[in-house]
């Protein structure tokens, strides 16, 4: 026997149906994305500019960190701010026309929060962390709030073309120490598989709490704090067409270049 279906019954279905995708593309849009900009190698091989703006950076995400287009300090994304380390070691927010050829940025939400008992080295800080994460093959926004010792950041000033390879840029780079500051410690672990689009392991970048200095992190001790992470199963990867991500060489092994750039720690 067949059913005819009435004009009202079919358009409860239809309404039915369309609840139900926009429910799912909803939960979709919640789950935990690392948005990536460019990839760490194309920086490695001198790509330092993009063409992806500050202000369309803060539509994918709330805290992360980067860099600036001419390799123009650190960028630190932190609350839905992006800040702009310089190589002077002030820090400014970032306007929204500037771009950066490097950035990661997530929506932050707190999977868990932890607390060290005692105080930890950077080295000691990344053992004890990679103790408390379930799944290293997942990335991990990690937020540590504290009191921090003997704080070394870095920045490089703003680069000319034609564009020096990054380990050799690193050279120029400015330094910038801190006895004891309360702050803020910005990190994106990412698996090791990811090498070549982001750091294998810890990428930590660090803002004072008035929110006055800060950089990349080459060392410092974490005195006390606590620490907060987010669990990351999806990735959004964003690749340049500009000429000069064309024309990178982004097939040779650059694992020795990277550790010399992030500081051999």
Sequence with gaps: MKTKLSRNSLRSVLLLLVILFATLAANAQQ?????????IDALLAGVYDGDLTVAELRTKGNFGLGTFNRLDGEMIMLDGVCYHAKSDGTVVVAGPEEKTPLAYVTRFRTTATVRPGAALSL?????????RLQNKNLFYAIRIDGLFRDVSVRAVPPQSEPYKPLAEVVRTQVVHDYAETRGVLVGIRSPAFTRGVSVPGYHWHYLTGDRKHGGHVLKLTLAEGSARFQEIAALDLQLPRSEGFAKADQERDRAQELKKVEGER
């Design 123 to 131: 080295l000691e800080l990344e053992k004890w962390l990679d103790q």
């Design 31 to 39: 789950e935990p994305r690392l948005y990536t900009y460019s990839t």
